[in-house]
């Protein structure tokens, strides 16, 4: 091997180095939300709301402790008959599971079609001119106005609530790929073509990746509407499992700390998704493509 | 390795002020560039030269005529005709390594002998050891220097550069022209030079074909009467380019009096520098 053999390449800082913590903000951000929760358990404590009405953090946790406690006895139900017996009530992991499940066939579905029809738009003229303005309509339409559609043509049925999911988030999907096709730099697509690249070698090659960054940044967006949609028709579909039927339980039973319990969940998949998932792999091709110092 | 160009010429229709019009690129032009030959096309804006170079790359189709590379038409973009542009379009999300392995990829060379030859091709530039970085973590210089290598790496018969210095500074800039003629000597490729740079064309080029303000077409192609290597700072250079760019400025003239109000006019115009003085924005 000589010298040079790019093993060895000498890189240059910026690559090599760990991104440190900003132990600083990590710090303020952990304290501001500390201090939220003294301020609502203070507030609770004053009663100026009976407590049933706005509990503190003390009760929330409390049901939230609870919730545990008896998703931990369904599990050890399932391995082990001789548990005693509690009254059955809404599964907090259960729900989680439910909803996580019909996002992974919703968005999934959404994904696809959105890339497929985004691809389309971005390809043909005059499927941009008629399908294109159809879709555009079509988005302007809150994803849950077709819940009573869905209800009529799959019946009560989780086919009614994935319609919706799919109908909130492929649409957006399609407009933020086809844009994300069309600000492709033209440069890559000349350099790419006199290299030799054609056809399939140069979508696959090139614009595919010359896309990514915007085009995740679509499929983030995608998640959120999909996400808004599926919580929206669990509410008023509230008769099959899921984290939004759980919020409307606690309603339907005055169960307050319940539903803070149900919010704080919507909360952390929300969050979870949104900043580590698509907030990491966002990142990470940024910093790839420089395009963030 | 001869380029023939006969008889292309080239129309488009723009958006000018909101209407659509016909505008002729590229009027009937027929030359041919000899084999290992350094040949630069300089003109005023918008006279075609990169359109004449995009015919040539194969990016764009001649209305009518044919441009001939090695006997063989060209009818698309092809690895023997690599083209350096003004923008590096270094894939951002490739090392520089890859990113001049790529051409070699595409041609299906096996893995080891790609490297070798990107490698061979970045040591020419002298970068190997940014071989694992990253486009973005380069200077501008340096990622036109990667263009370079990538283009050479597949070994084209010709060599298309279209202006592939002129985003940079001055100071790279002359260390690039240095670097482009010691390369050229090495490879012995033909290449074709699109600038509007009179002092760079001069100092690299065997010869250059002018050409008039638009409708773009052939003003005339001028032996550079100089052995390489030269040097930039000799006073028949300095004399040369003067000469040439008072010929271009004629074109460019001819333009500005189309394109501005008729109270402009190229005696009211600021003064152009005395002729062997480098004219502003021209150091090369």
Same mark, same amino acid.
């Given at each position: 091997?000589?010298?040079?053999?790019?093993?060895?390449?000498?890189?240059?800082?910026?690559?090599?180095?760990?991104?440190?913590?900003?132990?600083?903000?990590?710090?303020?951000?952990?304290?501001?939300?500390?201090?939220?929760?003294?301020?609502?358990?203070?507030?609770?404590?004053?009663?100026?709301?009976?407590?049933?009405?706005?509990?503190?953090?003390?009760?929330?946790?409390?049901?939230?402790?609870?919730?545990?406690?008896?998703?931990?006895?369904?599990?050890?139900?399932?391995?082990?008959?001789?548990?005693?017996?509690?009254?059955?009530?809404?599964?907090?992991?259960?729900?989680?599971?439910?909803?996580?499940?019909?996002?992974?066939?919703?968005?999934? =579905?959404?994904?696809?079609?959105?890339?497929?029809?985004?691809?389309?738009?971005?390809?043909?003229?005059?499927?941009?001119?008629?399908?294109?303005?159809?879709?555009?309509?079509?988005?302007?339409?809150?994803?849950?106005?077709?819940?009573?559609?869905?209800?009529?043509?799959?019946?009560?049925?989780?086919?009614?609530?994935?319609?919706?999911?799919?109908?909130?988030?492929?649409?957006?999907?399609?407009?933020?790929?086809?844009?994300?096709?069309?600000?492709?730099?033209? =440069?890559?697509?000349?350099?790419?073509?006199?290299?030799?690249?054609?056809?399939?070698?140069?979508?696959?090659?090139?614009?595919?990746?010359?896309?990514?960054?915007?085009?995740?940044?679509?499929?983030?967006?995608?998640?959120?509407?999909?996400?808004?949609?599926?919580?929206?028709?669990?509410?008023?579909?509230?008769?099959?499992?899921?984290?939004?039927?759980?919020?409307?339980?606690?309603?339907?039973?005055?169960?307050?700390?319940?539903?803070?319990?149900?919010?704080?969940?919507?909360?952390?998949?929300?969050?979870?998704?949104?900043?580590?998932?698509?907030?990491?792999?966002?990142?990470?091709?940024?910093?790839?493509?420089?395009?963030?110092? | 390795?001869?380029?023939?160009?006969?008889?292309?010429?080239?129309?488009?229709?723009? @958006?000018?002020?909101?209407?659509?019009?016909?505008?002729? #690129?590229?009027?009937?032009?027929?030359?041919?560039? @000899?084999?290992?030959?350094?040949?630069?096309?300089?003109?005023?804006?918008?006279?075609?030269?990169?359109?004449?170079?995009?015919?040539?790359?194969? /990016?764009?189709?001649?209305?009518?005529?044919?441009?001939?590379?090695?006997?063989?038409?060209?009818?698309?973009?092809?690895?023997?005709?690599?083209?350096?542009?003004?923008?590096?379009?270094?894939?951002?999300?490739?090392?520089?390594?890859?990113?001049?392995?790529?051409?070699? @990829?595409?041609?299906?060379?096996?893995?080891?002998?790609?490297?070798?030859?990107?490698?061979?091709?970045?040591?020419?530039?002298? /970068?190997?050891?940014?071989?694992?970085?990253?486009?973005?973590?380069?200077?501008?210089?340096?990622?036109?220097?990667?263009?370079?290598?990538?283009?050479?790496?597949?070994?084209?018969?010709?060599?298309?550069?279209?202006?592939?210095?002129? #985003?940079?500074?001055?100071?790279?800039?002359?260390?690039?022209?240095?670097?482009?003629?010691?390369?050229? #000597?090495?490879?012995?490729?033909?290449?074709?030079?699109?600038?509007?740079?009179?002092?760079?064309?001069?100092?690299?080029?065997?010869?250059?074909?002018?050409?008039?303000?638009?409708?773009?077409?052939?003003?005339?192609?001028?032996?550079?009467?100089?052995?390489?290597?030269?040097?930039?700072?000799?006073?028949?250079?300095?004399?040369?380019?003067?000469?040439?760019?008072?010929?271009?400025?004629?074109?460019?003239?001819?333009?500005?009096?189309?394109?501005?109000?008729?109270?402009?006019?190229?005696?009211?115009?600021?003064?152009?520098?005395?002729?062997?003085?480098? #004219?502003?924005?021209?150091?090369?």
């Amino acid at each position: 091997m000589s010298t040079d053999h790019p093993t060895k390449m000498v890189r240059l800082a910026p690559e090599g180095q760990k991104r440190k913590w900003d132990w600083r903000a990590v710090v303020v951000r952990i304290s501001f939300i500390a201090v939220l929760i003294i301020l609502w358990q203070l507030v609770a404590m004053m009663k100026i709301v009976p407590s049933y009405l706005f509990p503190g953090p003390d009760k929330v946790g409390a049901v939230f402790l609870e919730k545990i406690q008896y998703d931990l006895y369904l599990l050890r139900k399932t391995f082990n008959a001789d548990v005693p017996f509690q009254p059955p009530q809404p599964s907090l992991t259960i729900s989680i599971f439910k909803s996580m499940g019909r996002m992974g066939v919703g968005y999934g =579905i959404s994904v696809l079609g959105g890339l497929t029809l985004g691809v389309l738009l971005a390809r043909s003229w005059l499927l941009k001119q008629t399908l294109g303005t159809l879709i555009m309509s079509l988005q302007s339409i809150p994803s849950i106005c077709w819940l009573p559609f869905a209800l009529i043509w799959f019946g009560i049925d989780d086919k009614a609530i994935l319609a919706v999911v799919i109908l909130g988030a492929m649409f957006s999907m399609a407009i933020s790929t086809e844009g994300a096709i069309r600000n492709i730099s033209p =440069i890559y697509i000349k350099v790419g073509k006199t290299l030799g690249a054609r056809n399939l070698t140069l979508a696959k090659d090139i614009l595919f990746f010359a896309a990514l960054p915007e085009l995740v940044g679509g499929l983030k967006v995608g998640w959120t509407f999909a996400w808004r949609s599926l919580m929206a028709a669990e509410l008023v579909r509230s008769d099959s499992l899921g984290v939004g039927q759980l919020l409307d339980s606690g309603r339907q039973y005055n169960d307050m700390p319940l539903m803070f319990v149900a919010v704080f969940t919507i909360l952390a998949i929300g969050v979870t998704v949104d900043l580590l998932l698509f907030g990491t792999i966002e990142r990470a091709i940024r910093r790839r493509w420089g395009l963030e110092k | 390795m001869e380029i023939q160009f006969e008889n292309v010429s080239k129309s488009f229709t723009r @958006k000018r002020n909101d209407r659509e019009e016909h505008f002729v #690129a590229l009027r009937p032009t027929t030359f041919t560039v @000899k084999s290992g030959e350094f040949f630069s096309i300089i003109g005023p804006s918008g006279c075609g030269k990169s359109t004449l170079l995009n015919l040539l790359a194969g /990016l764009e189709t001649a209305d009518e005529g044919r441009v001939v590379v090695d006997g063989r038409p060209v009818d698309h973009p092809g690895a023997d005709r690599t083209v350096v542009f003004q923008e590096h379009g270094l894939m951002p999300w490739m090392t520089v390594l890859r990113n001049v392995e790529y051409g070699l @990829k595409l041609k299906g060379v096996p893995s080891m002998e790609r490297r070798d030859r990107a490698m061979k091709y970045l040591r020419m530039v002298h /970068l190997t050891r940014f071989a694992g970085s990253m486009p973005h973590q380069l200077s501008g210089g340096m990622r036109q220097r990667v263009a370079i290598a990538r283009a050479l790496a597949l070994e084209p018969s010709v060599l298309l550069m279209d202006e592939p210095f002129s #985003a940079l500074d001055a100071q790279t800039r002359d260390l690039l022209h240095d670097e482009l003629q010691r390369i050229w #000597a090495e490879t012995k490729t033909t290449v074709v030079f699109v600038t509007h740079n009179i002092r760079e064309a001069a100092y690299l080029s065997d010869r250059i074909l002018t050409m008039t303000g638009q409708p773009g077409g052939i003003k005339r192609i001028v032996d550079v009467p100089f052995p390489h290597p030269r040097a930039k700072s000799s006073t028949e250079l300095s004399r040369f380019t003067a000469e040439l760019h008072q010929e271009i400025k004629e074109e460019v003239d001819r333009v500005a009096m189309q394109e501005l109000d008729e109270d402009w006019n190229p005696l009211t115009s600021p003064k152009r520098p005395p002729r062997d003085v480098i #004219a502003p924005g021209e150091g090369i």
